[in-house]
Nanobody, 120 residues
Framework: QVQLLESGGGLVQAGVSLRLSCAAS????????SGWFRQAPGKERELLAR????????YYADSVKGRFTISKDNAKNTMYLQMNSLKPEDTAVYYC?????????????WGQGTQVTVSS
């Protein structure tokens, strides 16, 4: 059974950094595409970043490009989202997701989410 567990969220002030982690069990990030989404209250879930199975291809949404960095450590079977220069509009529940194939194709496996709240 595949399980994804996010951690690293919290309440921070604008301008600081946070690093989210997503630990996988039952699945290895080294063979499958994965990514990070977020969902703010009253808004749809938004894809922020994704990384290909081999780490050679990255995608970032315009809203986070230049501030957020996605990465993974295959030895630890963990994916990360480094978030710098946080803004109040980054407040949301953040979810990691893993594809069921090497390609980035829904449906995904999902983590339970971790809350990030950025105060001004």
């Amino acid at each position: 059974q595949v399980q994804l567990l996010e951690s690293g969220g919290g309440l921070v002030q604008a301008g600081v950094s946070l690093r989210l982690s997503c630990a996988a069990s039952g699945r290895t990030f080294s063979r499958y595409a994965s990514g990070w989404f977020r969902q703010a209250p009253g808004k749809e879930r938004e894809l922020l970043a994704r990384i290909s199975w081999n780490g050679g291809s990255l995608y970032y949404a315009d809203s986070v490009k230049g501030r957020f960095t996605i990465s993974k450590d295959n030895a630890k079977n963990t994916m990360y989202l480094q978030m710098n220069s946080l803004k109040p509009e980054d407040t949301a529940v953040y979810y990691c997701a893993a594809s069921r194939t090497a390609a980035w194709v829904a449906p995904f496996y999902w983590g339970q989410g971790t809350q990030v709240t950025v105060s001004s």
